[in-house]
């Protein structure tokens, strides 16, 4: 199947921080990327869906100015969380896909940790 | 209420037994995700179906659109497919492809 990477796997971080976080896609193009935050024992929380060189649609209550995305290329997405804190931390997953009819493929998450 | 609901929530089973999980659904659907998650956190797609059933290996996924019901079966189940298996559908009305999830089944099969 497709491949996504995302970079970092981990990063600790300190309250007040910035931190970005990339999603690829290996094999293909994707037109569309999503972002999800879970939480331990918990299911996949969409955050947010960007289609390349567009702007992001956020879900409900997922503050814009605070999770910025980024869909600059068909295989590039960035999410940079602004102003961390502790609450923030949780394992974010991308995934990718080249349209509505396709798979959509998931990265292999980032646990971010904030001090 | 959630638009995906899955059942066991928690499952155990021995070597070699036949294992299915259920999910059943409320909403418009175009297509049927059945993922598995691995303590790591990294998530697998295993199947995307709209109808009728597919096979691959020992896992076998069917849907009942009628129904609005999906079954994940594993034939002769092994410790390595302990996981978290999530069910997750494409909301039809999504132009973009939106996904719902369940909540996930545990899954731990012991040697």
């Known amino acids: 199947g497709a491949v996504v990477s995302q970079h970092p796997s981990r990063v600790i971080c300190k309250s007040g921080t910035s931190v970005k976080i990339e999603c690829r896609s290996l094999?293909?193009?994707?037109?569309?990327m999503f972002w999800y935050r879970q939480f331990p024992k918990q299911s996949l929380m969409l955050m947010a869906t960007?289609?390349?060189?567009?702007?992001?649609?956020?879900e409900q209550g997922v503050e814009k100015d605070k999770f910025l995305i980024n869909h600059a290329s068909l295989t590039l997405s960035t999410l940079t969380v602004t102003s961390a804190h502790p609450e923030d931390s949780s394992f974010y997953i991308c995934?990718?896909?080249?349209?509505?009819?396709?798979?959509?493929?998931f990265g292999p998450g980032t646990r971010l940790t904030v001090t | 209420k959630n638009e995906v609901e899955q059942s066991p929530q928690n499952l155990t089973a021995q070597e070699g037994e036949f294992i299915t999980i259920n999910c059943s659904y409320s909403?418009?659907?175009?297509?049927l995700h059945w993922l598995q998650q691995h303590p790591g956190g990294g998530i697998v797609s295993l199947f995307m179906?709209?109808?009728g059933k597919k096979k691959h290996g020992r896992l076998i996924a069917t849907i009942n659109i009628q129904e609005k019901h999906s079954s994940l079966h594993i034939t002769a189940s092994h410790p390595r497919d302990s996981a978290v298996y999530i069910c997750?559908?494409?909301?039809?009305?999504?132009?973009?492809?939106?996904?719902?999830f369940g909540r996930g089944t545990q899954l731990t099969v012991w040697p």
């Open positions: 995934s990718a896909s080249q349209g509505i009819a396709y798979e959509q493929y």
């Open positions: 094999d293909f193009q994707a037109t569309t």
């Open positions: 960007s289609n390349e060189g567009s702007k992001a649609t956020y």
């Open positions: 909403v418009g659907i175009s297509a």
């Open positions: 179906l709209s109808s």
């Open positions: 997750a559908v494409t909301d039809r009305g999504s132009t973009l492809g939106r996904l719902y």
